[in-house]
């Protein structure tokens, strides 16, 4: 709720100030604590914003934008049926308010009160036919009110809005799905997929559940166990995010977030989460292998990102702490070659072949590089070693 709040806020605060000192001195005292209630908002201060707001209108008690900004703070406080309360107040006042219907209806949502959340939210549809989080909301309280096929309507309307929102695909999709209508319902939980991001769970369990309905069950349990993985990822991240945000010098709080966020690839993020680890590791003095692992990670997810140069430094520094290391000097040679420095590459993935003989993927790499200079003889044995070492893996398993 925090991101709608500042967006409102931030449009709003300019104006509405603006036209409370055009009153006069008299309003003097309602003015200051208006400053303090917004003032407060922004901090995240919602229990002082109240106070503020409340004292505001005190003095001058009908003030639709001021009700409004009050239930806004009740609604950050989590204080929901007072949010409810002054929300109404404010529509009494303004019954066309769009923003207010919203706030209400977002709340009454909350409240799991999805048949209260419908009336606010037609007229918001109604009053501004292009107000996308109106439509999205009003779809996903039919959902919950298990009225399909106006669930449907409604998100199409919100799918012509914003075409890459993933969540209305999710919710659409399973509004096919309860309807049995298993092709629709599949086509739109895919595109929650692709529009969506990594760590999306819900539309592969929608995909799950509508291919053992079809009897596809290698499908079936191929997305159930990406949902399975994603969900227990997303476990994970509250997890260490709560033992760092407990305890900031938590090495293992922060590696496994570091963890979490490259696989869900949330590379900008697991960036400065490794360079506190590296930090971290350095103060407590970790062992060579824990810094040495905090920088590779740190140079694949400047890979992953297509910063290739930046990857250098932090890749080279985990080699020069483990030289034995195989799979370190694989990634400089990946890194060399992203940049077209073709010679250094090929002296990594040889050092790599040197340290591990056994990878076969190391020898792939060295045979499409030496196949790009045209030493055909040399990417020929390599293809070949690759070819046999991959065999022998699979016989293996």
Same mark, same amino acid.
């Given at each position: 709720?925090?991101?709608? #709040? *500042?967006?409102? *806020?931030?449009?709003?605060?300019?104006?509405?100030?603006?036209?409370?000192?055009?009153? $006069?001195?008299?309003?003097?005292?309602?003015?200051?604590?208006?400053?303090? $209630?917004?003032?407060?908002?922004?901090?995240?201060?919602?229990?002082?914003?109240?106070?503020?707001?409340?004292?505001? =209108?005190? *003095?001058?008690?009908?003030?639709?934008?001021?009700?409004?900004? =009050?239930?806004?703070?009740?609604?950050?406080?989590?204080?929901?049926?007072? /949010?409810?309360?002054?929300?109404?107040?404010?529509? @009494?006042?303004?019954?066309?308010?769009?923003?207010?219907?919203?706030?209400?209806?977002?709340?009454?949502?909350?409240?799991?009160?999805?048949?209260?959340?419908?009336?606010?939210?037609? &007229?918001?549809?109604?009053?501004?036919?292009?107000?996308?989080?109106?439509?999205?909301?009003? $779809? &996903?309280?039919?959902?919950?009110?298990?009225?399909? !096929?106006? /669930?449907?309507?409604?998100?199409?309307?919100?799918?012509?809005?914003?075409?890459?929102?993933?969540?209305?695909?999710?919710?659409?999709?399973?509004?096919?799905?309860?309807?049995?209508?298993?092709?629709?319902?599949?086509?739109?939980?895919?595109?929650?997929?692709?529009?969506?991001?990594?760590?999306?769970?819900?539309?592969?369990?929608?995909?799950?559940? %509508?291919?053992?309905?079809?009897?596809?069950?290698?499908?079936?349990?191929?997305?159930?166990?990406?949902?399975?993985?994603?969900?227990?990822?997303?476990? @994970?991240?509250?997890?260490?995010?709560?033992?760092?945000?407990?305890?900031?010098?938590? =090495?293992?709080?922060?590696?496994?977030?570091?963890?979490?966020?490259?696989?869900?690839?949330?590379?900008?993020? %697991?960036?400065?989460?490794?360079?506190?680890?590296?930090?971290?590791?350095?103060?407590?003095?970790?062992?060579?292998?824990?810094?040495? $692992?905090?920088?590779?990670?740190?140079?694949?997810?400047?890979?992953?990102?297509?910063?290739?140069?930046?990857?250098?430094?932090?890749?080279?520094?985990?080699?020069?702490?483990?030289?034995?290391?195989?799979?370190?000097?694989?990634?400089? +040679?990946? %890194?060399?070659?992203?940049? +077209?420095?073709?010679?250094?590459? *090929? %002296?990594?993935?040889?050092?790599?072949?040197?340290?591990?003989?056994?990878?076969?993927?190391?020898?792939?790499?060295?045979?499409?590089?030496?196949?790009?200079?045209?030493?055909?003889? #040399? !990417?020929?044995?390599?293809?070949?070693?690759?070819?046999?070492?991959?065999? &022998?893996?699979?016989?293996?398993?």
């Amino acid at each position: 709720m925090r991101s709608w #709040l *500042i967006i409102f *806020i931030i449009f709003c605060f300019g104006c509405s100030l603006n036209g409370l000192y055009a009153q $006069g001195t008299d309003h003097s005292t309602y003015v200051q604590n208006v400053e303090k $209630g917004f003032i407060s908002l922004f901090k995240g201060e919602n229990a002082n914003a109240v106070k503020a707001f409340e004292a505001a =209108l005190a *003095i001058e008690p009908n003030h639709y934008e001021i009700l409004h900004y =009050l239930g806004m703070a009740y609604a950050e406080n989590e204080s929901w049926n007072k /949010a409810v309360e002054v929300f109404q107040r404010s529509i @009494d006042i303004k019954p066309d308010n769009i923003e207010v219907l919203y706030s209400l209806s977002v709340v009454y949502f909350k409240l799991n009160q999805w048949e209260n959340a419908v009336e606010p939210l037609q &007229k918001v549809t109604e009053l501004s036919p292009r107000h996308a989080r109106g439509f999205e909301l009003l $779809g &996903k309280s039919y959902v919950k009110l298990r009225q399909y !096929a106006k /669930a449907i309507d409604v998100l199409k309307e919100a799918i012509k809005l914003r075409p890459n929102a993933a969540q209305n695909y999710n919710e659409i999709g399973t509004a096919y799905l309860n309807l049995k209508q298993y092709t629709d319902a599949i086509e739109n939980f895919t595109k929650a997929v692709k529009f969506g991001t990594p760590d999306f769970a819900d539309p592969h369990f929608g995909l799950g559940t %509508a291919y053992m309905r079809i009897g596809e069950r290698e499908k079936s349990k191929a997305e159930m166990q990406i949902y399975q993985r994603l969900q227990q990822n997303n476990v @994970d991240y509250e997890r260490f995010t709560r033992l760092t945000r407990v305890d900031p010098n938590n =090495l293992e709080g922060w590696s496994g977030l570091a963890k979490v966020l490259m696989r869900q690839k949330k590379y900008n993020r %697991a960036i400065l989460t490794l360079q506190t680890c590296i930090e971290l590791s350095k103060k407590q003095k970790a062992p060579p292998q824990t810094l040495a $692992g905090f920088y590779h990670a740190l140079g694949q997810a400047f890979i992953n990102m297509r910063y290739p140069k930046l990857a250098l430094e932090p890749v080279s520094k985990a080699a020069q702490l483990m030289p034995k290391n195989a799979l370190f000097f694989n990634t400089l +040679g990946s %890194a060399y070659a992203m940049i +077209g420095d073709i010679n250094n590459a *090929i %002296a990594m993935f040889e050092k790599a072949v040197e340290l591990d003989q056994e990878q076969p993927y190391y020898h792939l790499n060295l045979s499409k590089l030496y196949q790009s200079i045209g030493r055909h003889q #040399l !990417a020929k044995e390599h293809q070949q070693l690759y070819q046999d070492l991959l065999a &022998k893996q699979n016989k293996t398993k």
